[in-house]
T-cell receptor, first 117, second 113 residues
Framework: AQKITQTQPGMFVQEKEAVTLDCTYD???????LFWYKQPSSGEMIFLIY??????QNATEGRYSLNFQKARKSANLVISASQLGDSAMYFC??????????????FGTGTRLTVIP | DVKVTQSSRYLVKRTGEKVFLECVQD?????MFWYRQDPGLGLRLIYFSYDVKMKEKGDIPEGYSVSREKKERFSLILESASTNQTSMYLCASSLPRYTDTQYFGPGTRLTVL
């Protein structure tokens, strides 16, 4: 089964509007971390925001917030006041606890966001 | 600032050649990773290493090998490059906790002719 599912291959948003990018995850481990990355056309992966499985509050970083619904196993990224520079691929990822430290990230297939002027 | 560097941004090789992709990080991270990225498939893990000289296979290790002789350097080796290995290759490093993010290099776009 897919660990991370992103069902929106592409999204469009008007400049200055808010947009939500969907992400659902699958794990039986009670300890895990959820991450969102941005990948502009240059190719580099840029870390945006993190949410831990034990965090009581939704994470926020500037214009980015994470809508964490643990029971539904969803971790949607909300971008407020979209800017042209937000046009990029966005990846949701999860990292599970491993006592050896030999853990890695599971990635979704990504959502391509296009901001329209 | 964490810095992860990769030896080349673009690389063109011929079928059958041996290819080395180098990755260096400057933050003393225990964990290092190699991914390949193809359109519609997201990032797929090839190999990772959680300590010097240690390596673990990821989801798609076939056709690849790795080397980690020093903590800061993680090399990906294509023993005999094939056209289906044409892809974007991304290296990353991190601390070992599940709460730690991975930091990525700029990527190497490899074309095998």
């Amino acid at each position: 089964a897919q660990k991370i599912t992103q069902t929106q291959p592409g999204m469009f948003v008007q400049e200055k509007e808010a947009v939500t990018l969907d992400c659902t995850y699958d794990t039986s481990d009670p300890s895990y971390g959820l991450f969102w990355y941005k990948q502009p056309s240059s190719g580099e992966m840029i870390f945006l925001i993190y949410q831990g499985s034990y965090d009581q509050q939704n994470a926020t970083e500037g214009r980015y917030s994470l809508n964490f619904q643990k029971a539904r196993k969803s971790a949607n990224l909300v971008i407020s006041a979209s800017q042209l520079g937000d046009s990029a691929m966005y990846f949701c990822a999860m990292r599970e606890y491993d006592q050896t430290g030999a853990n890695n990230l599971f990635f979704g297939t990504g959502t391509r966001l296009t901001v329209i002027p | 600032d964490v810095k992860v560097t990769q030896s080349s941004r673009y690389l063109v090789k011929r079928t059958g050649e041996k290819v080395f992709l180098e990755c260096v990080q400057d933050m003393d991270h225990e964990n290092m990773f190699w991914y390949r990225q193809d359109p519609g498939l997201g990032l797929r893990l090839i190999y990772f290493s959680y300590d010097v000289k240690m390596k673990e296979k990821g989801d798609i290790p076939e056709g690849y090998s790795v080397s980690r002789e020093k903590k800061e350097r993680f090399s990906l080796i294509l023993e005999s490059a094939s056209t289906n290995q044409t892809s974007m290759y991304l290296c990353a490093s991190s601390l070992p906790r599940y709460t730690d993010t991975q930091y990525f290099g700029p990527g190497t776009r490899l074309t095998v002719l």
